[in-house]
């Protein structure tokens, strides 16, 4: 087929989504991590606790809906820098229960339930409740895990990556962009596909993994993905092996251990953010070849170091990015014995 035919079927194709998504009907209900939200019409505006929603609100197109935002780890991606440049960042992290509510938003939409929830370092909801604003927690973070349990929360039963999906359709059912979501919700999916095709084929039986996060500290134990969580996910879905087997989210385990169990490679964090040293990946990097028991472990000798940004390791569209970015490197590889 000639490629102008081409663009026109797919711009026809594309029409068609958009006049075929049935419209919201308001009042609109739905059920979010145990506590129905109401909402009589589209809110007119919203703040967001937590990357993972922000870069949602842009890919549907929701940023001028955006007063308020917080909590990044990276910088924002290049095609919504337009879109983030009008928006004010409360803070780089928690923002004050204040800094919130001053921006009379008509949703708030939280990435962790630890800044908003039972014990939320922000509030909890129903403080926000009682001043009619309502809170949207990702499902990613409610379902299926105790976040009372660990520094981070422990996971119950194992991430599932429709948890991504059905805040992209929530989200654009509250605000009538059914359509939008629905071609996110695609785009997506064929993205996680391709990147597992990408490995196909590679004997990956014996490879195993670690992922850093980050450190309080560089001396002491790091913060390394738990069993069950996205990266854990992530490695699942790729045929690799995670060598911590705690449930915890973001568990700190000793170097001594991971050394003696040797994983293939290591997934390291790279963030825009430098609450801890070990925030900077340089420094990570550093660490890993100077000290004694981290530089004589098979993945440092080899270099089988994959460099990912700390957003795509969490439930957010980045995640799917990270996929590529790590099926690409493990097909790279040379795991020859």
Same mark, same amino acid.
């Given at each position: ?42 809110? &007119? #505006? ?8 922000? @870069?949602? /609100?842009?890919?549907?197109?929701? $940023?001028? =809906? %955006? ?94 990556? &429709? #948890? ?8 654009? @059912?509250? /605000?009538?962009?059914?359509?939008? $979501?629905? =071609? %996110? ?94 925030? &900077? ?19 440092? =000798? ?36």
């Amino acid at each position: 087929m000639q490629l102008p035919r081409l663009v026109t079927l797919l711009a026809v194709l594309g029409l068609s989504t958009l006049a075929q998504a049935a419209p919201t009907h308001y009042p609109l209900t739905l059920q979010n991590c145990g506590m129905p939200l109401t909402f009589q019409h589209a809110p &007119d #505006s919203a703040v967001t606790i937590g990357q993972a929603g922000t @870069e949602m /609100f842009y890919a549907l197109g929701l $940023g001028d =809906r %955006l007063v308020g935002t917080s909590l990044w780890f990276n910088d924002v991606l290049a095609q919504y820098k337009v879109q983030n440049d009008k928006v004010e960042r409360l803070a780089d992290n928690d923002p004050s229960f204040e800094a919130v509510i001053g921006k009379r938003p008509q949703l708030v939409a939280v990435q962790l339930e630890w800044m908003v929830g039972p014990q939320g370092v922000v509030g909890t909801r129903e403080q926000f409740h009682e001043l009619n604003i309502p809170t949207y927690l990702m499902p990613s973070d409610c379902e299926g895990k105790d976040n009372l349990v660990g520094a981070d929360g422990t996971r119950l039963e194992p991430f599932r990556i &429709d #948890s991504i999906y059905n805040s992209i359709s929530q989200l654009a @059912e509250i /605000f009538d962009v059914q359509a939008r $979501g629905e =071609r %996110l919700n695609s785009e997506l999916k064929a993205r996680l596909a391709k990147a597992a095709a990408t490995v196909k084929g590679k004997d990956l039986k014996d490879t195993s993994a670690l992922f850093w996060f980050s450190s309080a500290d560089l001396d002491i134990d790091p913060y390394v993905a738990g069993r069950k969580g996205i990266p854990d996910y992530m490695l699942q879905t790729l045929g690799v092996r995670n060598v911590v087997q705690s449930d915890e989210e973001w568990p700190t385990v000793g170097w001594e251990t991971i050394a003696k169990a040797n994983p293939t490679f290591l997934v390291i964090a790279r963030m825009d953010r430098r609450r801890f040293p070990a925030d &900077d990946y340089q420094k990570k990097l550093e660490f890993l070849r100077s000290d004694p028991v981290t530089r004589n472990m098979d993945a440092v =000798r080899h270099n089988r170091i994959v460099i990912l940004d700390a957003h795509a390791m969490q439930a957010s569209t980045r995640l799917f990015s990270g996929m590529e970015t790590l099926a690409s490197a493990i097909n790279g590889f040379d795991l020859a014995p």
